[in-house]
């Protein structure tokens, strides 16, 4: 789809479209290529109808059902915090001024393709959910933002936007924008991109205000992860019972999944949130190689590796004993030929330059940091070493604006947890044989930059 | 209704004048950042904390009351 993560482009339909209760939902009809377009798209899924049927009072009290129905539903956000989506809608719908909502589709984080994939193949369930979102909380304008990178991506939603704008509608349909936003990993953190699309650089702001009530031009704005509002768009239609027949009680429903590494079909697919990770490698046509550990979450997120694989199930209950969460659903094989050491410096170097460097302990923590792995890759560290991390590690935790330093910081701790034996063998003994092997976590790169070419559709 | 201190990590450019006017809040990390107590203030300390905050070049320092609102700064779900 992208250049820079050739590696992990496949989408594959987990099965062949059966019962509505069973997997898969989001990618059901899904073409071997391309978007299904909105007709396609209506033969799969049926019509959205308005959430805003009759006039005021009614209105509002539909919108109001709609938004219980997601509290009822558990739909949890999926852009990597879990947050409860129904909660964000109260917030916005009860505040004061018209709404705008905010597809996110920045997807900085360059372990994940799923949002993209689903922009380019599933444009209109995206749209029927930020449509249905809008109306809910009583918004007149819907922004798709999608990453500047993912040119078919936005080729998809400009293709839909032109296809509804052909249709005729009701009339009281929000007026929906596109919008390309920089590459870069903070990009799609809620505040950075409430301040670029205010026409400021795409970095996190220190907030109060919240988004909620003061965001994109000071109006209260919902921002959702684009496979947020796609099960959004299933919820409307098929109801918050039918959404639980599938995932736990807890975290319920299905997720998208990118799935990479030494597989032999990497690529994106759909899961029950609880799937086993055999499962979901079997999905992918089983591992090419050994498998020598898991980051799950993405590169925020966290390394499981060894025994702690067997059995090991994909739902933030069962990943809460790992401390780990499926993030924005990432779950990236390493083989047993590379080096967990090399690719941790290799990380912990590359988050470290994605810094928007606003804040202090984020720019120095995060080099320094940085530099103790690598001189541990290299033998070089010294006896103090450990220490040093841990004072690293105080030093950073919770003092940026936003959550960058934290996740940098648990990835490369919890690569020393799970390959403490590697690296202890790395500092006695220096680098070892496969140190030398080319990267195989990818890793792009997207400098953070003011200086992005805007991009944005006209108004309709 | 008591106040803490805490600091806006994007404006600080690490000049150190709260520190110097709040020890018994704020020391410095190795890069010259501070490291804030953000406990409650107690006494003398709050009339300190509004000179510490009035006396920071950038006005990063801020003193705030102890219901407000913490940043969410989390990705969107």
């Known amino acids: 789809m992208n250049a820079d993560s050739s590696t992990l482009t496949e989408v594959r339909p987990g099965r062949e479209r059966g019962e509505m209760d069973t997997l898969p939902r989001l990618l059901a009809g899904i073409r071997e290529e391309g978007a299904l377009s909105l007709d396609e798209h209506l033969a799969v899924h049926g019509s959205l109808g308005p959430v805003r049927a009759g006039r005021r009072r009614h209105a509002r009290e539909h919108a109001q059902a709609l938004i219980e129905e997601v509290e009822r539903a558990g739909l949890l956000g999926h852009g990597g915090a879990a947050f409860p989506t129904a909660r964000k809608m109260h917030a916005v719908a009860s505040a004061r001024g018209r709404a705008i909502v905010v597809a996110n589709g920045a997807e900085g984080e360059p372990a994940s393709l799923k949002d993209r994939t689903l922009l380019a193949t599933l444009p209109h369930l995206v749209l029927d959910g930020a449509v249905a979102a809008a109306e809910a909380v009583d918004a007149d304008e819907v922004i798709v933002c999608v990453c500047e990178t993912a040119r078919a991506s936005v080729d998809s939603i400009a293709r839909a936007m032109e296809e509804r704008a052909a249709r005729p509608s009701d009339g009281a349909a929000p007026r929906i924008r596109l919008t390309t936003v920089p590459g870069h990993y903070a990009a799609g953190q809620e505040s950075a991109l409430v301040n670029y699309l205010g026409g400021g650089p795409a970095k996190p702001l220190f907030t109060p205000p919240m988004v909620f009530e003061q965001g994109v031009r000071k109006r209260p704005t919902l921002i959702n992860n684009v496979e947020t509002l796609a099960h959004l768009a299933l919820i409307a239609r098929h109801g918050a019972t039918w959404f639980r027949r599938l995932g736990s009680a807890s975290q319920p429903g299905s997720a998208l999944v990118t799935l990479g590494g030494p597989v032999a079909y990497p690529g994106v697919y759909e899961i029950e949130h609880g799937a086993s990770l055999t499962s979901l490698i079997d999905a992918g046509g089983g591992a090419t190689a050994r498998v020598r550990g898991a980051l799950v979450g993405g590169y925020a997120g966290t390394w ?117 034996s590697e690296f202890a063998d790395h500092a006695r003994h220096g680098p070892c044989e496969s140190c030398a092997r080319p990267g195989e976590l990818p890793l792009p790169v997207r400098p953070v930059s003011d200086e992005t070419q805007r991009h944005a559709e006209p108004r309709r | 209704m008591s106040r803490h201190v805490r600091v806006n990590p994007i404006a600080c450019e690490a000049h150190g004048m709260c520190a110097e006017l709040l020890p018994e809040r704020i020391t410095l990390d190795e890069w010259g950042y501070p490291i804030v107590d953000e406990q409650p203030l107690h006494g003398s300390q709050v009339e300190h904390a509004i000179r510490a905050a009035r006396a920071c070049p950038t006005f990063a320092l801020l003193v705030e009351r102890d219901n407000a609102r913490a940043p969410t700064g989390g990705r969107s779900g």
């Open chain 1, 304 to 420: 499981i590796a060894g025994e702690r694989l067997r059995g090991l199930a994909l739902s933030n209950e069962h990943l809460a004993p790992h401390g780990a969460t499926l993030g924005a659903g990432v779950v990236l094989l390493l083989s047993e030929e590379a080096c967990p050491v090399a690719e941790s410096a290799r990380v912990a170097r590359w988050l470290a330059g994605q810094s928007t460097r606003q804040c202090g302990p984020c720019v120095h923590g995060l080099d320094a940091l940085a530099g103790t792995i690598e001189e541990l890759a290299a033998g070089i560290a010294g006896a103090r070493a450990s220490q040093r991390i841990d004072r690293l590690a105080s030093l950073v935790a919770r003092r940026g604006a936003c959550g960058h330093p934290d996740g940098a910081l648990n990835v490369t701790l919890s690569a020393l947890e799970a390959f403490q």
